[in-house]
C-alpha cells in the first residue's frame, strides 16, 4: 500500500468510529468516565458538590470507609505485597489465597472454592468451559453480560429463556435436555438491574428433574442476604442444592475480587479449564487479605442493618435493596438524573444494552448508610419529573 492510499485508509477508518461516536451521542447512549472529586461513606463529590450516592454496590458501606481501611492496615502491618506477579497456577499464590478459598467452602458447606480476579473473569471463565461441544445451557434472559460473554466463548449451544419464566423453562426442558450431554442451567439470584428474585425453589426443582447442573451468580446478594450473609441461597435454606455459587468480593465486601465454590470435581474441573482464571496474574495478596478479615471481622456484625436496608427496598415497592425506577426514553431518564443531581442526589441513567431498548431506568441502590428519608425524598422527586 502506497503513502497516500494508506493515509486515507486510515481516515476513512476514523471517520467510522466517529461516526458510532456521533451515533451513540445522537440517542443519549455515550458512555464516559466522570470526573468525580471523591467518595467516602454515602457521599460522593462532583462538580463541587456534595451527593448522596444512590448507585453504588458499596451495600455494607466497607469501601471508600477510611476508618475500616485504616483498621485493616493496622491488623495487616503492611504484611501482605500490592502485587501477585503471576496467575495462581504459576506462582501467584501463597497461603491466604487458600485461606480465603477455605473460609468461603467452610461458609457455604461446600467440598472446594475458587477465586478468581473479579465476578467478570468468574461468569467468563466459567460459563465458556462448563459446557463442551454436545452440552447446552439454560440461562436467563436478563442474566449479566459476563454470563452471556462466557457462554458466547463456550463451544456448547446455549438458549436464554424469558426472565425468571419457570414455565417456559421447562418447555425448553422438555424439548432440548434430550438432544445434549451435560446441560446447565444459570441465573442470577438478585438480578442486577431489575433487583426482582430468581424462582430458586422451583430452579432447584426443575435441575434435579431434568439432570442439570445450577449455577447460582449470588454478587449481588452475597454479604447482603442470609443470616449470615451467604446470600439468597441461604434466606431461602437451599445452599445444599445448588451446584455452583459465585460471589463477588467487589461489591457487599468492599474488595475486589469473586468466587465460585461447590464440588471438588466441579471446581478441579475449572481450575484445569477455566481460561480466565489460568491465564490472567493473581489479584494482590492485600486484596485477597482485605476481603478475608472484611468476611470474618466485620460481616458478622452487620444482620440488623442489612435486614432494614431490605426492609427499605420492599417499601419502596422492590423485592430488594436495588429499586429500578422505568423511565422509558434514554434523554428523558437522563433528564431525571440531572433533577436529582441538582438536588443532592448522584444517580445513573442505565440505557440499553444494558437494559432492553424503551426501558432505560435509574437504578437506585441501597447502602446501609442511606436512610428511609433519603431514599423516599428522591423517589418522590423522580415521580414529580415524569
Ligand atoms: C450479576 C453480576 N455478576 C457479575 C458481575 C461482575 O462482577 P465484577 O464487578 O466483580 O466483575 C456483576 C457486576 O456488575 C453483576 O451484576
Not at 442451567?185 to 438491574?193: A, T
Amino acid at each position: 500500500m502506497d503513502i497516500s492510499s494508506l493515509l486515507s485508509y486510515i481516515t476513512d477508518m476514523s471517520e467510522n468510529y466517529c461516526t458510532v461516536l456521533e451515533n451513540l451521542k445522537e440517542n443519549s447512549h455515550f458512555r464516559y468516565i466522570r470526573d468525580f472529586e471523591g467518595k467516602d461513606e454515602k457521599y460522593i463529590y462532583l462538580n463541587g458538590k456534595k451527593l448522596i450516592n444512590l448507585s453504588s454496590n458499596n451495600y455494607l458501606g466497607f469501601a471508600d470507609n477510611r476508618s475500616i481501611t485504616g483498621e485493616f492496615l493496622n491488623y495487616s502491618g503492611c504484611g501482605y505485597s500490592f502485587g501477585s506477579a503471576s496467575a495462581r497456577l504459576l506462582t501467584g499464590t501463597l497461603p491466604v489465597y487458600k485461606e480465603l478459598e477455605n473460609l468461603i467452602s467452610e461458609m457455604f458447606k461446600k467440598e472446594k472454592t475458587l477465586l478468581f480476579n473479579s465476578g467478570y473473569h468468574a461468569n467468563v471463565g466459567i460459563n465458556s468451559s462448563i459446557a463442551g461441544k454436545g452440552d447446552v445451557i439454560f440461562s436467563d434472559k436478563l442474566n449479566h453480560a459476563s454470563i452471556i460473554d462466557g457462554m458466547k466463548l463456550s463451544e456448547g449451544k446455549f438458549f436464554r429463556y424469558p426472565h425468571n419464566n419457570m414455565e417456559a423453562l421447562e418447555k425448553l426442558l422438555i424439548r432440548e435436555r434430550k438432544n445434549f450431554k451435560n446441560a446447565v442451567i444459570v441465573s442470577e439470584s438478585v438480578f442486577s438491574m431489575d433487583g426482582d428474585i430468581a424462582d430458586l425453589n422451583k430452579l432447584t426443582e426443575l435441575k434435579e428433574k431434568y439432570n442439570c447442573i445450577l449455577i447460582l451468580d449470588e454478587a449481588h446478594a452475597f454479604g447482603v442476604f442470609g443470616a449470615n450473609g451467604l446470600g439468597v441461597n441461604e434466606t431461602l435454606g437451599l445452599t445444599d442444592k445448588i451446584d455452583l455459587i459465585v460471589g463477588t468480593f467487589g461489591k457487599a465486601i468492599g474488595s475486589t475480587g469473586a468466587f465460585v465454590t461447590g464440588n471438588s470435581t466441579l471446581i478441579d474441573y475449572l481450575t484445569n479449564k477455566a481460561r480466565s482464571f489460568i491465564f490472567s496474574t493473581a489479584l494482590p495478596p492485600i486484596n485477597i487479605a482485605f476481603s478475608k478479615w472484611i468476611i470474618e471481622n466485620k460481616l458478622p456484625h452487620t444482620f440488623e442493618k442489612r435486614m432494614n436496608m431490605l426492609a427499605a427496598g420492599r417499601k419502596a415497592g422492590s423485592e430488594s435493596h436495588i429499586i429500578p425506577v422505568v423511565i422509558g426514553g434514554n434523554k428523558e431518564t437522563v433528564d431525571t438524573c440531572d433533577v436529582l443531581f441538582h438536588n443532592g442526589y448522584f444517580t445513573l441513567p442505565i440505557r440499553p444494552p444494558t437494559v432492553p431498548e424503551g426501558t432505560s431506568r435509574l437504578r437506585l441502590s441501597l447502602t446501609t448508610e442511606i436512610n428511609e428519608k433519603e431514599l423516599f425524598d428522591a423517589i418522590s422527586l423522580v415521580e414529580q419529573t415524569k
